[in-house]
C-alpha cells in the first residue's frame, strides 16, 4: 500500500478471535465484500484494508492496527470519517481509538487557517489563556440576547458565542440577532469577539455567513457532527477570513476516542478551536481524556496551526486556577451557566472571571 491512513481500533473479543475480529474490521472499512470475489490485482494489493497489528490491551480487549489506502478517502472530510469508521461504527464492540495520517493528507486538510495564535491576536490576550462565554438559553428574544452580550462585553469576556441550541428560530432570527449582537459590542469599544453559531443545510450557511460578514464578524461555529464534516471542509476553505470555532454536539453519538474526534478530525479539516466537555462537569469525560484531547488539538503536527483547546460543560469560576494550573495558557475557558446564575451581577462576575485569568502566572 503505498500511502496510507493507520487507523486504530479497539475490539472487544476473545483470543482466539482476535486476529479475524481485525481482518474482519479491515474488509469492512475498505471493499466491504469477501476478498475471494475480487479479481482486480490492483484492488486487492492497494485497497483491501492491511491489518499491520493486533495486540492486547487486557483480557477481552485488543488493538487492531489498519492501513487504509489514502486514495479512497477522495480527500473529503465525509469519506474520510466513512473510510475510518462507516460501517465498523455499527460494531458494536468496535472503538475507533486514534488514527494517523500521511504527509498528503494533512497538506491536502491543512487544519486551521486561524488557530491559537490568531485568535490570541485579534482580542489583544498574548501570554495568556482566552476567555468566553455563551449567550443562552435559547427561547430569549434577540434584544435580551444582545443585552446579555453587552454585558459580558462590559465584563471584559474574549469571545461571547451563541449557545449551540440557537439557530434561526422565530423567537430570535439569526440575521437579527447577529446584527444586533455585532452592532452592540462595537458601540460598547470593547475588542469583545461575536461568535454566532452556523445551523441548517448548506445554503442556509452560506447565507449566514454572508450575514455574518456584512457584520464584520470574523469569527463563528459549527457543530461539526450535525452539519457534516463535509460541509465544514468546504466553509473553511471558501471562507479564509473566517475563524471556525467547532462544537462537539453529537460528538458523543458514535464510539469514537474523543482527542481522536474532536481534537486530531476537527482541527485536521481547519477548526481553530474546538470545545469539549470538561472533566468534573456535567459530562464524563476524564482528567487523562481532557489531557489528550488538548494536545491533540495542540501538539506539533505536520507543520499545521495549532487550534484552541475550550473545555466547557458545567465550568464554574471557583475552577479557573485548577484549570490553568491542568491547561496552561493555550485554552480558552468557557463559562456560561455560572456567570448567567450571577443575574444583575453578570457584569461583576464576568469581571472577576477575566481578571482571575489576567492574574494567574503560567509560571
Known amino acids: 500500500?503505498?500511502?496510507?491512513?493507520?487507523?486504530?481500533?479497539?475490539?472487544?473479543?476473545?483470543?482466539?478471535?482476535?486476529?479475524?475480529?481485525?481482518?474482519?474490521?479491515?474488509?469492512?472499512?475498505?471493499?466491504?465484500?469477501?476478498v475471494v470475489a475480487i479479481e482486480d490485482e490492483r484492488v486487492l494489493g492497494e485497497i483491501v484494508g492491511e491489518v499491520r497489528g493486533v495486540r492486547e490491551l487486557k483480557p477481552g480487549l485488543f488493538e487492531a492496527r489498519?492501513?487504509?489506502?489514502?486514495?479512497?478517502?477522495?480527500?473529503?472530510?465525509?469519506?474520510?470519517?466513512?473510510?475510518l469508521f462507516g460501517n465498523a461504527s455499527l460494531l458494536e464492540d468496535v472503538v475507533l481509538a486514534d488514527a494517523?495520517?500521511?504527509?498528503?493528507?494533512?497538506?491536502?486538510?491543512?487544519?486551521?487557517?486561524?488557530?491559537?495564535?490568531?485568535?490570541?491576536?485579534?482580542?489583544?490576550?498574548?501570554?495568556?489563556?482566552?476567555?468566553?462565554?455563551?449567550?443562552?438559553?435559547?427561547?430569549?428574544?434577540?434584544?435580551?440576547?444582545?443585552?446579555?452580550?453587552?454585558?459580558?462585553?462590559?465584563?471584559?469576556?474574549?469571545?461571547?458565542?451563541?449557545?449551540?441550541?440557537?439557530?434561526?428560530?422565530?423567537?430570535?432570527?439569526?440575521?437579527?440577532?447577529?446584527a444586533?449582537?455585532?452592532?452592540?459590542?462595537?458601540?460598547?469599544?470593547?475588542?469583545?469577539?461575536?461568535?454566532?453559531?452556523?445551523?441548517?443545510?448548506?445554503?442556509?450557511?452560506?447565507?449566514?455567513?454572508?450575514?455574518?460578514?456584512?457584520?464584520?464578524?470574523?469569527?463563528?461555529?459549527?457543530?461539526?457532527?450535525?452539519?457534516?464534516?463535509?460541509n465544514m471542509q468546504a466553509l473553511v476553505r471558501g471562507n479564509s477570513d473566517m475563524a471556525l470555532l467547532a462544537h462537539p454536539s453529537l460528538g458523543g453519538a458514535a464510539r469514537i476516542a474523543p482527542p481522536l474526534l474532536i481534537g486530531k478530525l476537527f482541527r485536521l479539516i481547519g477548526a481553530g478551536a474546538v470545545v469539549f466537555p470538561n472533566y468534573g462537569g456535567r459530562f464524563g469525560y476524564s482528567r487523562d481524556t481532557c489531557r489528550a484531547l488538548a494536545r491533540a488539538a495542540l501538539d506539533p503536527w505536520g507543520g499545521l496551526e495549532p487550534a484552541v483547546p475550550v473545555p466547557?460543560?458545567?465550568?464554574?469560576?471557583?475552577?479557573?486556577?485548577?484549570?490553568?494550573?491542568?491547561?496552561?495558557?493555550?485554552?480558552?475557558?468557557l463559562i456560561g451557566g455560572n456567570l448567567l446564575a450571577a443575574r444583575e451581577r453578570l457584569v461583576d462576575e464576568t469581571a472577576a472571571f477575566v481578571s482571575s485569568v489576567e492574574r494567574y502566572s503560567y509560571g
Open 1 to 34: 500500500m503505498k500511502s496510507a491512513i493507520e487507523a486504530v481500533y479497539h475490539i472487544r473479543c476473545a483470543a482466539a478471535e482476535a486476529e479475524a475480529r481485525a481482518l474482519a474490521v479491515a474488509v469492512e472499512q475498505s471493499v466491504e465484500m469477501p
Open 66 to 83: 489498519i492501513g487504509l489506502n489514502v486514495e479512497t478517502t477522495g480527500h473529503d472530510a465525509g469519506q474520510l470519517i466513512n473510510m
Open 100 to 178: 494517523s495520517f500521511p504527509a498528503e493528507t494533512l497538506a491536502a486538510f491543512g487544519g486551521p487557517r486561524h488557530g491559537l495564535a490568531a485568535l490570541r491576536a485579534r482580542v489583544g490576550a498574548q501570554g495568556r489563556a482566552l476567555t468566553s462565554s455563551a449567550l443562552k438559553p435559547q427561547g430569549m428574544p434577540a434584544a435580551k440576547l444582545v443585552d446579555l452580550a453587552r454585558r459580558f462585553a462590559e465584563g471584559g469576556v474574549d469571545y461571547i458565542k451563541d449557545d449551540h441550541g440557537l439557530a434561526d428560530q422565530a423567537y430570535s432570527p439569526f440575521a437579527e440577532r447577529v
Open 180 to 230: 444586533a449582537v455585532a452592532a452592540a459590542l462595537r458601540a460598547s469599544g470593547a475588542r469583545t469577539r461575536y461568535v454566532p453559531s452556523l445551523t441548517g443545510d448548506f445554503r442556509a450557511i452560506e447565507a449566514q455567513l454572508r450575514v455574518a460578514r456584512e457584520a464584520g464578524i470574523d469569527t463563528v461555529m459549527l457543530a461539526p457532527m450535525v452539519s457534516g464534516l463535509s
Open 312 to 333: 466547557a460543560g458545567g465550568m464554574t469560576l471557583a475552577r479557573v486556577p485548577e484549570l490553568l494550573d491542568f491547561y496552561g495558557a493555550e485554552v480558552m475557558l
